[in-house]
């Protein structure tokens, strides 16, 4: 695999075509492109800072130390600004392992690190903590993984959510289901935060849709676009996923998003740890993370 690496970005590009690229701030992956580099399978809005001005509008901006709003107070996250800080820091690119096997097996993973002690003055005085993430995103021709390890590296314990906000590419939202979520109960926030449980077996997207699912017990979730599956998002020691589309008028309202029409093609489905929170001893570590299997 060729890696190449700027100060700013890794892109990282199998021999059979496929690519993956990766901006150090937020190490947000931007790029995945399968079936021999012909598929574009992630969503960026044409108006995403890319500068480090702000988090990425589209790709997988990485959500740490906490999802959504933190909780108004008393809570440690609670002075940290929505979904925390991770998709807003400089993380260093940490190297690369390659395999190429056969052409149909080669794999590229590239390694992402972020430390307290790098964080900028503003993150660390709002979460003290000492904490090492290793964020490893991994191509290989069909697929995609991405898994997180978060490390505590301080003497205090220390509690926190994390989530891989992934934007996909769909070609026309309303030809796509997401299948695998039958039974789950979720929060939807676009009704007050109430609880639901999920009676479709393939749910479609008509509407501005927000809603958390937790404790999901298949382990897989499946888009399917025209009847056909488009997308397998494998969780890996977490149990919950986020799907979000914004619709006509949030995606109006948020500057960075563009088109305007692009919400017809994208669908945020979320992975993550958001249901409560994960807590660390001194010196524990968690790891969680997805493989995302583009089923052309
Ligand atoms: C989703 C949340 O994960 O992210 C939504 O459930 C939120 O409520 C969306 O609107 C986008 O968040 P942000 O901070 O990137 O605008």
Redesign the pocket.
């Known amino acids: 695999a060729e890696v190449d690496v700027t100060d700013a970005r890794v892109t990282a590009r199998l021999p059979s075509g496929e690519s993956v690229e990766v901006l150090l701030y937020g190490a947000s992956v931007i790029s995945w492109k399968s079936n021999e580099g012909k598929t574009e399978n992630l969503w960026l809005s044409e108006k995403a800072a890319l500068d480090g001005s702000k988090?990425v509008?589209g790709g997988i901006?990485v959500?740490f130390p906490v999802?959504?709003p933190p909780p108004k107070s008393g809570h440690p996250t609670s002075s940290l600004p929505?979904?925390g800080f991770a998709r807003n820091q400089r993380w260093e690119f940490l190297g690369k392992s390659t395999s190429e096997d056969a052409l149909d097996s080669s794999s590229v993973k590239l390694d992402f690190g972020l430390y307290s002690a790098n964080l900028t003055e503003d993150a660390r005085k709002a979460w003290p903590y000492d904490f090492g993430l290793v964020y490893s995103v991994t191509l290989a021709k069909d697929s995609l993984q991405t898994v997180m390890n978060v490390r505590n590296e301080g003497k205090e314990s220390f509690e926190f959510q994390m989530?891989l906000?992934t934007y996909l590419r769909v070609k026309d939202i309303s030809k796509v289901a997401v299948n695998g979520l039958m039974g789950v109960q979720y929060v939807d926030?676009v009704l007050n935060a109430s609880t639901h449980t999920e009676s479709n077996k393939s749910v479609t997207i008509t509407g501005e849709v927000?809603r958390?699912y937790g404790d999901i017990p298949q382990d897989t979730t499946t888009v399917v676009e025209d009847s056909k599956p488009r997308f397998d998002i494998v969780r890996d020691n977490l149990s919950d996923t986020?799907v979000?589309n914004?619709w006509t008028e949030?995606a109006k309202a948020?500057g960075d998003f563009a088109p305007d029409s692009g919400f017809k093609e994208m669908l945020?489905v979320?992975v993550g740890a958001v249901k409560g929170w994960q807590k660390l001893e001194e010196g524990d570590t968690f790891e969680g993370g997805q493989l995302i299997k583009s089923l052309l």
Do not use: A, N, T
Request: net charge positive; hydrophobic share 35%; charged share 25%.
């Open positions: 988090p509008r901006p959500v999802f959504g929505q979904h989530l906000h926030k927000d958390v986020v979000w914004p949030k948020m945020c979320e």
